[in-house]
């Protein structure tokens, strides 16, 4: 099974930065959309943004702006640069992937990371 890996998550204060990454294990040939959604407390899941591997990408229209989500190339890995963040970013950030083709064979369904926490607070 291909595994998701987030990191970069943490604690930081109001208008600060951080920025946010994840690679998919193994034998990786080309993943075709890479993501991220977050979870805040007592919230649903929501998506935040996407980048194929084309290079286009959608963002909550909230979030345009303050994040950026970029990828180094087919296979990923995939990165969110976060600025200017603000207590109600506060949450679990999962990474998102769609269309693996690995050495394991092809993954055509939706694939979740185990999160990382991002705590926005002063």
């Known amino acids: 099974q291909v595994q998701l890996m987030e990191s970069g998550g ?16 193994g034998i990786i040939f080309s993943i075709n959309t890479m993501g991220w959604y977050r ?5 649903e899941r929501e998506l935040v ?23 180094d190339d087919a296979k990923g890995p995939v990165y969110l640069q ?3 963040l603000k207590p109600e970013d506060t949450a679990v950030y999962y ?10 064979g092809y993954y055509g369904m939706d694939n979740w990371g185990k999160g990382t926490l991002v705590t926005v607070s002063s």
């Open 39 to 43: 979870q805040a407390p007592g919230k």
């Open 82 to 84: 976060m600025n200017s």
């Open 95 to 104: 990474c998102y992937a769609r269309g693996i083709n690995s050495g394991r």
């Open 49 to 71: 943004a996407t980048i194929t591997s084309g290079g286009s990408t959608k963002y909550a229209h909230y979030l345009r702006g303050r994040f950026t989500i970029s990828r």
């Open 10 to 25: 943490g604690l930081v204060q109001p208008g600060g930065s951080l920025r946010l990454s994840c690679a998919a294990s």
